[in-house]
């Protein structure tokens, strides 16, 4: 990634009084504490060693950081010498663009010739650019591949099933866990057998076949010429392993600048030690309190560990004033992350009064969750704050669905972070296309689909068959009348029959969508491999369904959001739009809102089910749910359905349970909020998710309307 500075003039280091009295204007909003950080090394210490900034949210350190690059190019440092590591792509950029304002106005004009800083970017970003330039050096192609989660999943697939492990009798772990397994061993640098023990304990039993697996995987990645995600830093430190290149690759910067260092893993801290063995020019800032990863092998011993790492001592610096939140939202934080068993907490202090507490706001269930929340942005609007100054945080992808169907329904325009939006994933397109299908089966596209699920349909037959039904008059009477391939005679049947109850009069809503459900299980079996995590999601689509009075309601709601998009654009307007911001809590760190909202604060999504194992996992939820509300500058909500929805293994069915607030929200943390409820008066009678047509928008009659 290539960063665009402006240019320090003619000579890197300011000769005049001019441009350093401008940057020490620029210094000057910092705080001493951020400039003893920035100015580190830039006076008269004899060998400055590393630099450590660690402090709370909010604090500036990622300013801190934008400020010190900017000074240090001010003050003479080469640009392209500068090695700028972040956490994602996304926050590269900002960083870039924060640095090349600061240092715009600490040279007090516009660019002539803007200098780039030449490495910036992701550690993984960063370990491909520089794996290509040392490539033949270290027995690459230069040209090699790099394979994202998804194809280095489908190359596992490949290699199991040539090892013929997909068709042992015990299950063996499906690609999606072999390659986490896999993963976790390369970033945590830690042995096959002690990873299963700690983190996936069921594979136990596989353990050699895993072992054989990954042999086989790595040959047959080396012979393709591909590198899978884990390699770009794998290759990466073993080239840092050989002292000769190490120092090779180290002398190209002189500094090194790394951002949310709390949740880097092994392999990255060894790579920085490799880089810099005595910590001179290196920087690293984060917070062991926002520390999120681990499932990815991140470890917040890198940080903790960082000031005695290298030949020179770190010097460390802590931040504590907190620019970012109101005192009343930081009060509340500081309450949740102070409960942590390990004493996290750093009071911060923030000058921002105000009288306005963060609110905890019960509702009915997740129906009621999502207009309160469409109402409380809209509200948020018209009092001037824009739609991309707020932002909806959740703790995993699918718990956004009811919302993001509710700003379909009010036209309120979204961009989704971390996790496909729901209606784009692949398995709730397939069933909807069934559902189109049956509702219109003069619908090509949702026919081409729907049929294609079977196992032995290719596109030609999906044609021959969609051309049948066009040319009949009974669509149905021509489908079963069709003569399918061999391959799909089995299944043939189950279809046209689930065809025709849909079609029937008869066919009562939402009965129908949990036909479907039961028909398109098995397929999704077959299709999928991480078939789990997918039907949870149908079950969510059905709960959603419940809330429609009929399919064709349902059908004409979800299709607003418009399902032909591809998911890299769809539903990602024009840049100059305004836009809400729906993202995950990972997906969220390092950024900030006017106003936040954080959905289903309850025990089973905040600590989440899944993460319920050990004492570290619940610590790591709720130094997540600090990082949520730490997001926050002036408004923070956090919502507690009463009620919510829980996919259980089939035998025991789906159901609805009542919720309580999360655990990390005791009556000690409760009073830092404002409690409320919304409607005002909640009742507790009505089913949750129970239909209630006096609250729905009839959106198909008023289209249908307009054509009269
Ligand atoms: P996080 O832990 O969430 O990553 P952070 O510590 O990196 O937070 P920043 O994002 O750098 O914090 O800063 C938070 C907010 O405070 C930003 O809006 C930033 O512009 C502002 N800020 C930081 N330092 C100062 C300062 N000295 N004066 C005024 N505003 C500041
Ligand atoms: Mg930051």
Known sequence: M???????????????????????????????????????????????????????????????????????????????????????????????????????????????????????????????????????RIGLHASFTIHDRGDAEDLLAIVRHDLGLSAT??????????????????????????????????????????????????????????????????????????????????????????????????????????????????????????????????????????PHQFALPARVVTLERNYRSTQPILDASNAVIGLASERHAKNLWTERKSAAKPQLVTVRDEVDQARCVAEAILEHRETGIALKAQAVLFRSSSHSAQLELELARRDIPFVKFGGLKFLEAAHVKDLLSVLRWAENPRNRLAGFRAVRLLPGIGPATAARLLDAMDRAPDPLAAMAAFDPPPAAAVDWPALVALCGRLRREAASWPGDID??????????????????????DLAQLTRIAATYVSRERFLTEVTLDPPGATSAEAGVPELDDDYLILSTIHSAKGQEWKTVHVLNVVDGCIPSDMSTGTTEEIEEERRLLYVAMTRARDHLRLLVPQRFYVHQQAAHGDRHVYASRSRFIPEAVRQHFETCAWPVAVSAAAPAGARDPAREVDVAARIRALWR
């Open 169 to 306: 009798r015990n299950r063996f772990p499906a690609k999606a866990t072999c390659l986490a397994i896999y993963s976790r061993v390369v970033n945590s640098e830690a042995p096959l057998d002690a990873v299963l023990a700690t983190a996936f304990p069921w594979c136990r039993p596989w353990e050699a076949q895993l072992r054989e697996l990954f042999a086989a995987y790595v040959a047959a990645k080396q012979a393709q010429n591909v590198l899978d995600y884990d390699d770009l830093l794998l290759y990466w430190s073993q080239m840092m392993a050989e002292p000769s290149l190490a120092a090779e690759v180290g002398a190209r910067f002189d500094h090194v600048l790394v951002d949310e260092y709390q949740d880097t893993n092994r392999l990255q801290s060894t790579i920085l030690r490799a880089l810099k063995p005595d910590g001179r020019g290196l920087t690293v800032v984060g917070d062991d309190a926002q520390s999120i990863y681990s499932f990815r092998a991140a470890t917040v011993r890198n940080i903790l560990d960082f």
């Open 2 to 136: 290539v960063m665009h500075l402006p240019s320090p003039t003619h000579s890197p280091i300011p000769s005049t009084d001019a441009p350093v009295g401008r940057a020490d204007a620029c210094l000057a909003a910092l705080n001493a504490q951020q400039r003893r950080a920035v100015e580190y090394g830039c006076g008269a210490e004899p060998e400055p060693g590393p630099l450590l900034v660690i402090a709370g949210a909010g604090t500036g350190k990622t300013d801190t950081l934008a400020h010190r690059v900017a000074h240090l190019v001010c003050r003479g440092a080469d640009p392209q010498r500068i090695l700028l590591l972040t956490f994602s792509r996304r926050a590269a950029v900002e960083m870039e663009r924060r640095a090349a304002r600061i240092l715009g106005r600490m040279l007090g004009g516009s660019p002539q010739r803007p200098p780039a800083i030449g490495w910036s970017g992701t550690f993984h970003g960063v370990g491909a650019r520089l794996l290509r330039c040392y490539a033949e």
């Open 515 to 536: 036909d479907a459900c039961r028909w398109y299980e098995p397929h999704l079996e077959r299709i999928y491999d991480d078939a789990v995590a997918r039907l949870g």
